[in-house]
């Protein structure tokens, strides 16, 4: 259609030690599905709080189909037409889905509500998204994924101009997805504009037709997303090649010398999995590969005293040992990084510089007290090291992105310096400058002779990362793979059970 509906020219926005944008255009034409894509801290959210009236631009002129909009509040953006649907549903599970539809904007009948109009009127509405559910039932009924479409369904609603959609699909299945980008092609066929915002790159190129790149708060470009290939798009985001990492891991997983056995599982179960035989060596990458709901992070917790050994045996460099409690593997040189940072590793009231010491207080017991100043250097150090965009140590966690809050995570745990660092799923969620970064320093660690367990879902990023593999099928433990055999199709042969 060429016709712009969104143009924003020359945003800047600051935050207190940080320039959050930095003269950034942006444009959204009238049925287009525009990718924003970039690394956390890259702007984006920034950049859409500003377009929704969350944020208040510090330069810059917005344009809505041609005349000047400033709106103060993301109230006044959707009466503009604008309107957003964040990754985490914010409406009201406690609440019908008709209240969630109508609610701030009743109809009302003498004076009361008439719920039996909102009722039709919500069922009319969700028939547009293929949904046929019971509106009178509480929201909290539905899977996520018909929460999200409902989100959406208010979001059209409202607004039948922009759509914003901050990373829609984080909890979805694949199926789910798919929906979704009917329903997508769908308001994009009827001349909607729509901002779709993700760190799948199989979605980006299965559904938009535009990609604009942030990095570091700047413009790098707006592209037709058919111009731009994978790589490209990659090292226009991390702004360098990724084909850097592909060659340091390749000589890295080519490497054969015996390692020296730090840890080993001999016949081991715990509630959850059972028969498990690992030997974790000094200086390389055991990666955990399977489905979801295979065992791997089940394996992960028996390793750290998550969940306790119920059958069989652990050695620590050769000794028997028995651990009851995390603290216990925390001790014998044990760090894990949970799948779950939100509820199971950032504790985000606390700051960054308290998030990072707690590991290392718990493990010298609380009669050797860390000092405020050895605090500041141990937090000031990993800050450095692993390049956490902060403005300061005292910052709450809370308030960093995805990325930033995961190297937190990961800092606590090498400021343990441990023999094994257990990783699940460290890159979920995050841009893929940050799954660069993280990438190269698993590699890093083992490089100087940390062991490190390694779970993902995305297979390339295993191929990567590890020079010795175990897949897990159904709860068991049914094939390891070394070196040169970690391909794709013998992991994927093993978990479809086509290997005895």
């Not at 810059?60 to 709106?71: C, F, Q, R, T």
């Not at 990754?87 to 039996?116: A, M, Y």
Request: aromatic letters at 6%.
């Amino acid at each position: 259609m060429n016709q712009k509906f969104i143009e924003m020219q020359h945003i800047s926005k600051s935050f207190p030690g940080v320039k959050a944008l930095s003269d950034v255009p942006f444009t959204l034409d009238k049925g287009e599905i525009h990718a924003l894509l970039g690394e956390n801290g890259a702007g984006k959210s920034t950049l859409i709080k500003v377009l929704t009236g969350v944020e208040h631009r510090d330069e810059g002129v917005i344009l809505l189909e041609g005349k000047p909009i400033n709106a103060r509040t993301p109230q006044e953006a959707q009466r503009l037409g604008i309107s957003t649907v964040y990754q985490e549903v914010n409406l009201c599970p406690n609440l019908s889905v008709t209240e969630n539809i109508f609610i701030g904007r009743e109809h009302k009948r003498r004076g009361f509500i008439d719920w039996n109009y909102a009722n039709e009127a919500s069922e009319k509405l969700l028939k547009m998204f293929n949904l046929d559910i019971d509106v009178t039932q509480t929201l909290s009924r539905y899977s996520v994924a018909i929460q999200q479409m409902v989100a959406i369904a208010r979001a059209v609603d409202i607004s039948a101009k922009v759509l914003i959609l901050d990373e829609p699909t984080s909890s979805l299945s694949a199926v789910e997805v798919q929906e979704l980008f009917k329903i997508m092609r769908m308001l994009k066929d009827r001349g909607m504009g729509i901002i779709f915002v993700t760190h799948f790159l199989d979605q980006v190129y299965g559904i938009s037709d535009t990609i604009t790149i942030l990095r570091n708060g700047e413009y790098v470009g707006t592209y037709p997303t058919s111009d731009l290939t994978r790589i490209q798009l990659v090292g226009k985001m991390i702004g360098k090649e990724y084909s850097e990492i592909d060659e340091k891991a390749s000589e890295f997983q080519q490497q054969k010398k015996d390692k020296e056995v730090i840890m080993e599982l001999k016949n081991a179960s715990s509630a959850h999995i059972k028969g498990i035989d690992l030997s974790l060596r000094k200086g390389e990458v055991m990666g955990f590969g399977g489905l979801l709901g295979s065992g791997r992070s089940e394996t992960a917790r028996m390793l750290f005293a998550a969940d306790p050994l119920l059958e069989g045996t652990l050695e620590i460099g050769g000794n028997t040992v028995q651990m009851k409690y995390t603290l216990d593997a925390i001790r014998n040189g044990i760090a894990f990084c949970p799948e779950d940072r939100k509820s199971d590793g950032i504790i985000g009231e606390l700051s960054i510089r308290e998030n990072i010491i707690l590991a290392l207080q718990a493990k010298r017991g609380v009669f050797k007290t860390i000092s405020n100043a050895e605090a500041e250097s141990i937090a000031q150090e990993y800050i450095e090291k692993l390049q956490i965009k902060t403005p300061g140590t005292d910052q709450l966690i809370k308030n960093l992105s995805g990325g930033n809050q995961q190297k937190v995570i990961l800092a606590r745990w090498l400021a343990t310096d441990p023999n094994l660092l257990i990783l699940d799923e460290p890159t979920r969620g995050i841009d893929v400058g940050t799954k660069a970064e993280i990438q190269r320093m698993v590699i890093s660690l083992a490089d100087g002779g940390m062991a490190l367990v390694f779970i993902s879902s995305e297979i390339d990023e295993m191929l990567r990362c590890c020079n010795r593999m175990t897949i897990m099928r159904d709860k068991e433990q049914v094939g390891e793979l070394v070196g040169s055999e970690i391909t794709e199709a013998a992991i994927m042969e093993y978990i479809a059970g086509g290997v005895q």
